[in-house]
């Protein structure tokens, strides 16, 4: 394989992850179920590293989200896709409440999501001594 | 430009970007101040949407940073890198503390970081109703 093929493979394989990472998130929002499954691996692994929370399998991955309570939201604000790794920053809204989320997606070599982790970044107020450098909005 | 050549052209763009978030991170675990600076724009903006803080230009920046407590040490979990757009995912370290963080960055035409943005997702107990799902670690 030339270094020009093998680049084009690389952008290929990015494509597929990017078009991955869109349709979970529009199925997602779509409440999509059938839809979100078929593009999960059978043992899709989801994490909560701030719970230390982990669910193993794509029946038990679809039933989180169906079970997950209110009328949740969401919109990509970024998304990096990256050979078999895509990295999302969501705007999560639940009624008139906002959060960030920031989601990493693997994808296998076939182009379904094996893996998905979920950082849940909350507010809070910033620490004294550094007022000096920084606005606030 | 042909195809093959717009997609190759999008593959270098990747790479610098790539090369520019692996170099922040290392000059920032090697309090490379020089080095730091000179990889950002003179406008470089930077934000922590947690506490809805915004600092601008390069040496507000870089001050931040060495004034930024602690003998913290940053590791590279993920690093997705697409056109002038990077996230990384870092494990932060102070002491026997760790944090995960989800960094965004812009990249200019030129290579230069021309935005940062910082999650820090703190640890917090799950909400009741998904133990049926869930395992915890």
């Known amino acids: 394989m030339s270094s020009v ?3 084009v493979h690389a952008v290929d394989e990015t494509s597929t992850t ?3 990472a ?3 998130v529009d199925r997602l929002e779509n409440r999509d179920w059938p839809g979100l499954a078929a593009m999960l691996t059978d043992d ?3 994490e909560m590293p701030q719970t230390r929370e982990r669910l193993r399998g794509r029946d038990a991955f679809v039933r989180f989200n169906i079970e997950y309570p209110g009328d949740w939201h969401l919109r990509i604000r970024q998304l990096a896709a990256d050979g078999r790794v895509a990295a999302l920053w ?3 809204r639940v009624g008139a409440d906002q959060q960030d989320a920031c989601v990493w997606l693997d994808v296998s070599e076939h182009g379904l999501i094996s893996r998905v982790v979920d ?3 909350e507010p809070y107020e910033p620490p004294p001594g ?3 450098l920084v606005e606030r909005w």
Do not use: G, I
Request: aromatic share 20%; proline share 5%.
């Open 130 to 132: 550094r007022e000096h």
């Open 18 to 20: 990017r078009q991955a």
């Open 5 to 7: 093929d093998a680049r």
């Open 22 to 24: 869109l349709d979970y």
């Open 90 to 92: 969501l705007d999560f």
């Open 44 to 46: 899709v692994v989801y």
């Open 119 to 121: 950082h849940w970044p």
